[in-house]
């Protein structure tokens, strides 16, 4: 992926210099080839699925309330506040991801492998193109489907949620069916090189196992709809038992490191969480929400300001405060509430003596795996289908795999700092299992217990799932414990929390705005209007 973080400077500079027939006569920069083959384009593209997403997430987090800022700038709370800052792109990179970076790249990457029978990087493509496209939706609900490539087409028509959930159990179906086929040419050494799938390295059975993720999770979006306990959380069931059998087979898209090109952007060195220098304010801030979970708050009442926990997570995940007054303790922000918390530590930690950037922590280090969908999540996502089902025995297996699950997603993934934490002992996990933050039975078992967990897989990561299960629920206090209600007075599009981000202001309300009129996209309220998948 090396130099693909440059690339839109790269295009802008070409295009001054040489004007446009320079610029598509160019065969140097891989994201921009003359000929579009398949191995050239994947790298650029797995780079795009973290750039995108890693960008929109730290808007998504203030409203998940994963992540907060520490300032009562306008720019910088109106998300906690589930607004949205106008004539801005905030939130809109997701929608770019799909259309511009992704875009004509996945689309000749797919349309050169099938025509050339690379059928690994078919299957890969179409499995790529489903994931965006199921991000893109749940994020803003209707979207461009079909028509988003039609050479000349300067307006584009939206299709509503069921439809783009249909077309993307279509693209499942299509990379399935490309993975179990062979390609006539050997592609599985350049697959598993620095340059080709960092991913899954070309491992196909992987691959279908990713797909199968994607299904599982689209079926447990509708949990309110009357088919639910009899049709679709049968789907999810089956497609998590076909995904991830453990978290060494999640999909995690990797970074050596070695250079500002090949790095993490959830780590320090990028500064996406850390914008504006060490001393930024806007993101990246612990929120009650989180630690009050990781501090007695899954089932009991959270221990304020804590110094340890009965949760060996909490030590790895969060930092501790390095303030006079709060030193060595655990502290966060209230959402909406800002810079009232002094000394809210941001995720990477404090910066070592001498040095002159952070060294990361837990899943925010420049060499740490960028994380699309993981083991863990799955596990919790298939416990609370069973549950809703009435099989709670089922459904308690599934709530214990998960926790565990996820302890190995901390000492597999979010060691990669330049200091990493201890790993989390056996003795630690065995005494977090049978303490009263963990269901003893499954009689005892709850949908908060099951969320509550769900909550702690995917913090700082899973910021779309995070925030379908959120909504799915409809902020309920009493699936999500320890989620902060936010006053009516402090929601400032009406009193009403938000439900989907708009789309990008640069391209959809500059050049767009007959299509966005008709779905309501041009009303001060539109983010909290609920998206189709929530609905009865």
Known sequence: MKN???????????????????????????????????????????FQMTNGTSQDYRFIWKITQNLIGASTDDGSISSEKHTFVRSSDNGGVIWRMTYVDLGLNLENLINDAVANQKYEYAAIGYAIKAWAYQQTTDLYGPIILDEAFTPGMLKFPYHDQPDVYAKVRFYCEQSIKYSNMKSPLDYSTQLASITGDGIYKGNMPKWRKFVYAIYALQYSHLVNKPEFKTQYADSVLKYTNLSFADESESATVYFSAASTDDTNPF????????????????????????????????????????????????????????????????????????????????????????????????????????????????????????????????????YRAGILGHMVFCNTYGRASKT?????????????????????????????????????????????????????????????????????????????????????YNSEYVWNTEELKKWGGLDVDYMTKETWFSQP
């Open 4 to 46: 693909l973080y440059k690339l839109f400077i790269a295009t802008a500079i070409l295009l001054i210099m040489g004007g446009c027939k320079k610029y598509l006569d160019i065969n140097t920069n891989p994201a921009v080839p003359q000929t579009s083959k398949a191995e050239l384009l994947l790298p650029p593209i797995l």
């Open 267 to 398: 780590g320090p060195t990028l500064g996406y969480i850390n914008t504006s220098g060490t001393s930024a304010t806007y993101y990246g801030r612990i929120s009650t929400t989180i630690l009050n979970y990781l501090a007695g708050g899954v089932r009991g009442i959270p221990t304020t300001n804590p110094t340890s926990s009965i949760d060996p997570r909490i030590s790895r995940m969060l930092p501790a405060s390095t303030a006079t007054a709060t030193l060595g303790r655990y502290i966060a922000g209230v959402p909406t509430q800002g810079s009232s918390t002094s000394g809210l530590p941001i995720v990477f930690g404090s910066i070592p003596a001498g040095a002159t950037n952070y060294n990361g922590k837990y899943i925010y280090a420049d060499a740490a795996r960028y994380p699309i969908m993981t083991y863990s999540q799955l596990q919790f996502t298939k416990a609370e289908a069973l549950f809703l089902q009435g099989k709670t025995t089922d459904a308690y297996t599934a």
């Open 420 to 504: 990493p934490d201890p790993i989390i002992t056996d003795l630690e996990i065995n005494a977090y299992l049978a303490s009263s933050e963990v269901a003893q039975s499954a009689a005892t078992l709850t949908l908060a217990d099951i969320m509550g967990q769900k909550y702690i897989a995917q913090w700082g990561w899973a910021g779309l799932e995070q925030w379908s299960d959120i909504r799915k629920y409809h902020y309920s206090a009493t699936v999500f414990r320890q989620f902060y209600q936010i006053p009516t007075a402090d929601l400032l599009l009406g009193g009403k929390y938000a439900y989907r981000f708009r789309p990008r």
